[in-house]
């Protein structure tokens, strides 16, 4: 937004002695310089993020950050990313990785003086990485996106783009999001059968309520076992718990655990899904793990997943 400059004008009034003159001037309209007002941004831990101006040198954390930025059309804005995001982020947005700088692992913490070194305007990040309260000495704005839904990864996405000047982008990716979604999610609703499930993130962590990954499991047509086990978005359970619950279908994350692994935790064998063969490796975890625009993808693999044989629209890239 742009604050209009005032009009001044001025009024002169002449008076004679035997006659009522009065003279109107208005004065040359003056121009001042049009300044741009800060952007002021609040974060999903509830921190208000102010921006001089949209920016332009960006350090992203996290895969999930870079792949919005880098759909925002970004690239050439990014001048630091972590270790992380050249190990797991998936196609196509791995092959945009190229070039792009990176400032070291971001867990249990950064790297301050190489985020420093990087000269950023804006880091966009997750909570719990250490380090990031540092950078406000150096005046650096951060701004946390940790979003509790697919709703909330929209909105994450509308944030960036606010942040960077890229508006009309992001709006465009949320709306392309939002149809294709939709478009599975009217193929899942042909199904009747919703099955339970446990997603094991590794360990017996899972995902609970008030997490994306909850939201986009029921999105699939199924019960996430694990929103009912605990009020944390992303809890460690017990095998006694999973086995209690006895989900239909369970689902492992390859790069955490492994299907040999799951069937010998104790009790495991009289669940359901270990019974019936049930378990699956998701394809490419980082499409369902990721609060990004994958996430389009990673509902279509947890529907073939869960819903073997239902047909699919195809998707327009």
Request: charged fraction near 20%.
């Amino acid at each position: 937004m742009k604050q209009s400059s005032t009009l001044l004008r001025g009024l002169a009034v002449a008076a004679a002695a035997a006659l009522a003159l009065v003279t109107t001037g208005f004065s040359k309209p003056t121009s001042a310089p049009v300044k741009s007002q800060p952007i002021r941004l609040v974060d999903d831990i509830g921190q208000t993020v102010v921006l001089p101006r949209p920016a332009t040198r960006i350090v992203t954390l996290e895969p999930s950050n870079a792949e919005i930025a880098l759909d925002l059309g970004l690239k050439r804005d990014i001048v630091g990313t972590d270790t992380s995001t050249f190990e797991y982020t998936p196609p196509p947005w791995n092959r945009e990785l190229r070039g792009l700088h990176s400032i070291g692992p971001s867990y249990p913490g950064i790297n301050v003086e190489e985020v420093v070194a990087a000269k950023p305007d804006l880091v966009i990040a997750s909570e719990g990485i250490d380090g990031l309260s540092a950078l406000r000495t150096f005046h650096i704005p951060v701004l946390i996106l940790e979003p509790e839904s697919v709703a909330g990864v929209y909105h994450d996405i509308l944030l960036v783009g606010e942040a960077t000047g890229r508006t009309a982008a992001a709006e465009r990716i949320v709306a392309q999001m939002k149809q294709q979604m939709a478009e599975i999610e009217a193929a899942v609703k042909r199904v009747k059968s919703r099955p339970t499930v446990f997603y094991d993130l590794g360990d017996l962590y899972t995902a609970g309520p008030h997490s994306f990954v909850n939201s986009l499991i029921d999105m699939a047509g199924a019960v996430n076992i694990g929103a009912f086990l605990s009020k944390q978005p992303y809890p460690q359970v017990t095998a006694e718990q999973v086995v209690k619950a006895d989900p239909e279908d369970i689902l492992i994350d390859p790069d955490a655990t492994t299907i040999a692994r799951e069937k010998r935790y104790a009790g495991f064998s009289a669940i359901t899904a270990v019974k019936t063969g049930h378990i699956y490796a998701l394809p490419n975890s980082s499409y369902v793990n990721e609060p990004s625009p994958a996430l389009v993808m990673g509902l279509e693999e947890l529907v073939r997943l869960l819903h073997p044989g239902l047909k699919l629209p195809r998707l327009n890239s």
